[in-house]
């Protein structure tokens, strides 16, 4: 998982002008969080492990927005962040449901064992 986030700011090295580099961060995250695959989530450490990387990921876009601050373009770098924002909180909606519908066993029952 951290290899996937380590590879971000190698990609935005390349970038041209500060919304540029801002935005290629964006997509890196965008990338990490499209890896991220609910219904295969069976287990509490599964969730854990989903819920983990995402608040990682929302961190990340608010130091990303918070390093940005008045810089040229605002804009679109605004426009990517919420849109993974959102994208997010989407995410631990569908794993709340998915917690509270009884489809994540708890680690006792995932291995078998009766509680």
Same mark, same amino acid.
């Given at each position: 998982m =951290?290899?996937? =986030?380590?590879s ?6 390349r ?5 540029e580099t801002a935005?290629?961060r964006?997509?890196g995250i965008?990338? &990490? ?8 989530i069976h287990t ?5 492990r ?11 876009? !608010?130091?990303?927005?918070a390093? =940005?601050?008045?810089?040229p373009? !605002?804009e679109q &770098? &605004?426009r990517?962040?919420?849109s993974? &924002?959102?994208?997010i909180e ?6 709340s449901t998915y917690?509270?519908?009884g489809r994540v066993m708890? !680690?006792?029952?995932a291995f078998?064992v009766s509680?």
């Amino acid at each position: 998982m =951290f290899s996937a =986030f380590s590879s971000i700011d190698y990609r935005s090295i390349r970038a041209n002008t500060p919304a540029e580099t801002a935005v290629k961060r964006l997509n890196g995250i965008g990338e &990490v969080l499209s890896d991220i695959d609910i219904s295969a989530i069976h287990t509490q450490d599964d969730m854990t492990r989903a819920l983990w990387t995402l608040d990682t990921a929302d961190k990340c876009i !608010r130091m990303i927005l918070a390093e =940005f601050r008045g810089a040229p373009a !605002r804009e679109q &770098v &605004v426009r990517k962040a919420k849109s993974l &924002v959102d994208a997010i909180e989407l995410a631990r909606d569908e794993i709340s449901t998915y917690r509270d519908d009884g489809r994540v066993m708890s !680690r006792a029952c995932a291995f078998g064992v009766s509680v």
